[in-house]
């Protein structure tokens, strides 16, 4: 029973942590491009919406949410359809669970957890420079173009962490079925 207890808390499922990284990502990509187009088309209907009456400016509105609500739709049937591609792609097959008591695939599981965390600090300092001397001065008294581009840095972030996810993820999947590979016939002999 002990035994039971040790070998769980001593296991970590690779397999769901590369796939839920990389469907996580996307979903921030799916929703930061939802959020910039409603914020386009937020900006220009700001800019010629007060010429028209209240009822047209309304009729307008609801059509924006319907469009809106269309994409989203759209977004989620592009979801369902890829994030069973997208998990396969970062991971190959055969490995699922492993232990984590064995010191090189510790290694590589913390040296992939640094790889994504430092490539996650890169992403955000890139988009703070980018939004700092082009994006902000353009969005300067428009709170939908600042929206539009605070979900377009979220959109750049998540796209440059699941580069990395999915060039990394099949590497260390790789080397972790090596190390255990190679632990597996060193018991063996």
């Not at 492993?98 to 965390?117: E, Q």
């Not at 600090?121 to 994006?135: G, T």
């Not at 581009?149 to 990394?168: R, S």
Request: proline residues 2%; without cysteine; glycine residues 6%.
């Amino acid at each position: 029973m002990n035994e039971e207890k040790r070998s769980n808390v001593d296991m970590i499922d690779l397999g769901s942590l590369f796939r839920n990284s990389a469907t996580i990502t996307f979903v921030i990509e799916i929703v930061s491009v939802i959020i910039m187009f409603g914020a386009l088309i937020g900006h220009f209907l700001m800019g010629f919406l007060p010429e028209f009456s209240s009822d047209i400016q309304v009729l307008f509105i609801l059509v924006v949410i319907i469009i809106i609500l269309f994409i989203f739709l759209a977004a989620l049937g592009v979801f369902v359809r890829f994030s069973r591609r997208i998990g396969d792609a970062v991971i190959g097959p055969g490995i699922q669970e492993v232990r984590m008591d064995t010191p090189k695939v510790k290694l590589v599981v913390y040296l992939y957890a640094l790889l994504v965390i430092v490539m996650g600090i890169l992403s955000i300092w890139i988009f703070w420079l980018v939004y700092s001397y082009f994006l902000a001065p353009l969005a300067v008294g428009s709170i939908a173009l600042q929206l539009f581009n605070l979900a377009l840095g979220a959109f750049f972030i998540a796209f440059l962490i699941q580069l990395i996810i999915a060039g990394v993820g099949r590497t260390a999947t790789k080397v972790i079925i090596e190390v255990l590979d190679s632990d597996d016939s060193e018991f063996l002999e």
